[in-house]
T-cell receptor
Framework: NAGVMQNPRHLVRRRGQEARLRCSPMKGHSHVYWYRQLPEEGLKFMVYLQKENIIDESGMPKERFSAEFPKEGPSILRIQQVVRGDSAAYFC????????????FGPGTRLLVL | SQQGEEDPQALSIQEGENATMNCSYK?????LQWYRQNSGRGLVHLIL?????REKHSGRLRVTLDTSKKSSSLLITASRAADTASYFC??????????FGQGTRLTINP
């Protein structure tokens, strides 16, 4: 049973470009979460999705950021018109049930905005 | 403010010694989760302790929970170099999201 997969592992973008981060949850998991981590800091919750629905997006900036978890395929975190401040590690996690149960994390995508 | 604040922020001990990390939180919880993060990697789940549990063990790990003090501790016994990592406690906020503190950076010196 493969773990949570994220790709790409590293992504370099210039200011103004778009970044697309993908997350394939563990098999059988219908709950997906995205977190952002700056160096030397903890993970900050961004968004919680459950198959085709956004359950909680309170941690996601209102502009330029969007997330989806379609019926088929991976979850996508999309950042439009990236700025240097978007440089961070973005982690995805999944769980078979809701957020109160164990979440399984992917290896992360490290985004660098030049 | 963040739930699940870890203390100390950094801890350096000799291999073989025990390491204790603490986590405090502000509002009531259903459970509290401890995770480990090795440098440059994702989080690995260690232990989930529910509000009606006081202590839980997993190998060399021992987690306690004191709901009256709104605190939890993670004890690693007989530490090894491979235990060097950051340790985070996570607590559910608003029933929808797992909130982490800044973590404790543990260094085990050979």
């Amino acid at each position: 049973n493969a773990g949570v997969m994220q790709n790409p592992r590293h992504l370099v973008r210039r200011r103004g470009q778009e970044a697309r981060l993908r997350c394939s949850p563990m098999k059988g998991h219908s709950h997906v979460y995205w977190y952002r981590q700056l160096p030397e800091e903890g993970l900050k919750f961004m968004v919680y999705l459950q198959k085709e629905n956004i359950i909680d997006e309170s941690g996601m900036p209102k502009e330029r950021f969007s997330a989806e978890f379609p019926k088929e395929g991976p979850s996508i975190l999309r950042i439009q018109q990236v700025v240097r401040g978007d440089s961070a590690a973005y982690f995805c996690a999944s769980s078979p049930q809701g957020p109160e149960e164990t979440q399984y994390f992917g290896p992360g995508t490290r985004l660098l905005v030049l | 403010s963040q739930q699940g604040e870890e203390d100390p922020q950094a801890l350096s001990i000799q291999e073989g010694e025990n390491a204790t990390m603490n986590c405090s939180y502000k509002t009531s919880i259903n459970n509290l989760q401890w995770y480990r993060q090795n440098s440059g990697r994702g989080l690995v789940h260690l232990i989930l302790i529910r509000s009606n549990e006081r202590e839980k063990h997993s190998g060399r790990l021992r987690v306690t929970l004191d709901t009256s003090k709104k605190s939890s501790s993670l004890l690693i016994t007989a530490s090894r170099a491979a235990d060097t990592a950051s340790y985070f406690c996570g607590k559910i906020q608003g029933a929808q999201k797992l909130v982490f503190g800044q973590g404790t950076r543990l260094t085990i010196n050979p």
